[in-house]
């Protein structure tokens, strides 16, 4: 496997040779409940083994390896071992626990304190694969009073072999089962069971968590693009989740850049491996908040939303110092350059009408003309005695972001555009000129830093609701009262990359799509 940056992107493979009589298969590959498997392994007294294990994936071919998670007591205490072990006909260690107490008095091999053990376990290794580390203490509820605890612990334990398959795992096997822990992490299931495991996390720790889990995506797909020496399908283009709860409506998203789709680029073939790794090695991050209200009117009802807040980040995945040694720095990177979202109910029998509020007016248009004449004797024998030249001046002064609203049917589309604040045009549809690239003075260059920057210091953007608060609303016929309508939340987020102390031509625009589906009690 190609090493590209991470510390632990090596192989740890310890050769120790494990008796793979040991090995007792006890559920199918096919979509792996780990908690519950075990959850119901026999009390370690009654083993006729010494070590259990259970399938994770394997390939379709009965040649090739699977992965699998293998249970172990310890001989000379009353501890267990949990690995992750790689089977090549002997059993090659990828990843061990932490000893796990027995509780000899607990009618399950690991009562509630051992499982919320290993399951800690699990979730700190994970973001022990992250770049930047970060010593926040985790502490969870007790295990009672968490709801769908075998969906997060088959989540954070899933994520954690995604994890070490794309680290540790040789090539043969790492080829075989990346595909299908993907999908098993994208079932239903676990999608609904990452929501809480987000909310137990906090929104810090959660952070920390999907910079370590698209860190290694990113490695999976520079490691595939070397491969096949061609752009590709990503294998996994984008996280997100939603809430509603208290009149607000919440998407959080996580993308890797390298898996964003490329909607332009200047030379899709480049050579500049450094530029290339500073550009890849950055996730979006995005947050979309809006406030919604249910009024109820005499003879129709009043559905009304109005922006919160939009936040979009492009954030590293390496720290600074890998950044100026393997790519040009933490100044060239992409930044957003169009966000639009569309709002859609999905049922429409009750729908009356839609209306938006006024976009925002087109930036004011300054103006100024200086005009003036110079002149200058020259001497006799010159063709004419009096020189006269004019110069003229114009300034205009405008907003570098645009925001419009419209309506399509029942949808109401919120749409932010990014504008060269030089010439006025649509950065999302326009390339720069060769000579806009190198004028240092062009608004692109010193982007995170000069006085009238379109970004903040990190480089992204914040669309708040005081400066973007207008609303749209929905009549609603009153027969919808008291029942639950479905809301459509569709975003497509663009981010472009022109350079900005890096010397070069290349430019480029990567866009994602992403859907929600939320909920709305009108009462």
């Known amino acids: 496997m190609k090493k590209i940056i ?26 792996p409940d780990m908690f519950t498997w075990i959850q119901s392994l026999p009390p370690i007294t009654q083993w006729k083994t010494s070590s259990m294990s259970v399938c994770i994936c394997s390939s379709s071919s009965s040649s090739h390896p699977s992965l699998k998670l293998s249970v172990a007591k310890n001989p000379h205490s009353s501890t267990l071992s949990i690995s992750i072990v790689a089977d090549f006909s002997v059993f090659i260690p990828l990843w061990a626990s932490k000893p796990l107490t027995i509780n000899p008095k607990s009618s399950k091999l690991l009562d509630e304190g051992a499982i919320s053990c290993l399951m800690l376990n699990f979730i700190q290794d994970v973001l022990s694969y992250g770049s930047n ?69 906090g929104s810090n720790l ?61 030379n899709p073939s480049v050579d500049d491996q450094r530029l290339l790794f500073s550009l890849h090695y950055h996730q979006l991050e995005g947050v979309i908040q809006v406030n919604y ?64 509020s006024k976009s925002t007016e087109n930036p004011a248009r300054e103006i100024e003309i200086e005009k003036s004449i110079e002149t200058s004797f020259d001497p006799p024998n010159s063709f004419l005695g009096l020189k006269v030249s004019a110069g003229e001046t114009t300034t205009i002064s405008m907003k570098p972001w645009k925001f419009e609203q419209s309506v399509n049917g029942y949808s109401g589309s919120l749409n932010w555009f990014l504008h060269d604040s030089v010439d006025g045009r649509e950065v999302v549809s326009s390339k720069p000129s060769k000579l806009a690239l190198i004028n240092p003075k062009a608004w692109f260059k010193d982007r995170y830093s000069n006085l009238h920057r379109p970004f903040t210091r990190q480089g992204g953007v914040i669309f708040a609701g005081d400066e973007y608060g207008e609303k749209i609303w929905w009549k609603v016929d009153k ?23 890096h010397r070069t031509f290349y430019n480029e625009t990567r866009r994602l799509e992403f859907r929600e589906i939320l909920h709305l009690n009108i009462s």
């Open 293 to 356: 209200k249910v009024i109820v009117q005499e003879k129709w009802i009043d559905v009304m939303l109005n922006i919160d807040n939009i936040r979009c980040n492009i954030i590293r995945l390496v720290n600074e110092t890998l950044m100026n040694e393997r790519g040009v720095g933490a100044d060239d990177k992409h930044f957003p350059s169009r966000v639009s979202l569309q709002v859609t109910p999905t049922l429409q029998s009750n729908i009356l009408s839609v209306s938006v």
């Open 133 to 201: 580390k970060n010593n926040s203490l985790i502490r969870f509820p007790k295990l009672e009073s968490v709801s769908g605890l075998k969906g997060i612990f088959n989540l954070s334990f899933l994520t954690l072999a995604l994890l070490i398959c794309i680290y540790e795992a040789p090539v043969d096997l790492r080829s075989a089962c990346l595909n299908t822990l993907k999908n098993q992490l994208a079932c239903s299931q676990l999608r609904e069971a990452s929501k809480t495991l987000m909310r137990l996390l």
């Open 479 to 501: 027969s919808a009262m008291g029942k639950t309508m479905e809301w459509e939340i569709r975003g497509w987020i663009w981010l472009t990359y022109w350079p900005n102390k």
């Open 6 to 31: 991470h510390m632990n992107f090596v192989s740890r493979i310890d050769k120790k040779k494990v008796d793979n009589n040991q090995a007792l298969t006890m559920a199918s590959c096919c979509n």
């Open 206 to 266: 959660e952070e920390q968590w999907m910079r370590s889990i698209n860190l290694a995506i990113t490695n999976w797909i520079v490691e595939l693009q070397a491969t096949h020496r061609t752009l590709m399908k990503t294998p996994s283009p984008l996280f997100s989740y939603s809430i509603s709860t208290f009149g607000l409506w919440k998407v959080q998203l996580y993308c890797p850049v390298i898996a964003m789709d490329i909607e332009s680029s200047s």
